[in-house]
């Protein structure tokens, strides 16, 4: 079994900066995606950023130039640093992790996290 815990939400200014955290814990041997998602009310889920155990980033055109994903592999522990805040980007953030190894060898896939609200406003 795999868990991911999200922390870092809140309210924030437009043109602000908020850093999103995702702890991954469990039996994992090895993690080969994470990727951080969002929801905005009434709208559907929306890939914002992800990487690969290889290091591999892959953004969302709106976030791209804004917000940096990063992973340190060794705490399975990923992040969502966000720049420039925009009224937009409010919604709550979900953390994915898909193909996960396990420490007995076995695969799962596509686990996610609680959430954390991410508001921008005035």
């Known amino acids: 079994q795999v868990h991911l815990v999200e922390s870092g939400g809140g309210l924030v200014q437009p043109g602000g900066s908020l850093t999103l955290s995702c702890a991954a814990s469990?039996?994992?041997?090895?993690?080969?995606?994470m990727g951080w998602y969002r929801q905005a009310p009434g709208k559907q889920r929306e890939l914002v950023a992800d990487?690969?155990?290889?290091?591999?980033?892959n953004y969302a055109d709106s976030v791209s130039g804004r917000f940096t994903i990063s992973k340190v592999h060794t705490k399975n522990m990923l992040y969502l640093q966000m720049n420039s805040l925009k009224p937009e980007d409010t919604a709550v953030y979900y953390c994915?992790?898909?193909?996960?190894?396990?420490?007995?060898?076995?695969?799962?896939?596509?686990?996610w996290g609680q959430g954390t609200q991410v508001t921008v406003s005035t």
């Open positions: 994915h992790a898909d193909r996960i190894v396990t420490t007995d060898l076995r695969y799962e896939y596509d686990y």
């Open positions: 469990g039996s994992i041997r090895s993690i080969y995606v």
């Open positions: 990487i690969t155990s290889g290091g591999t980033t």
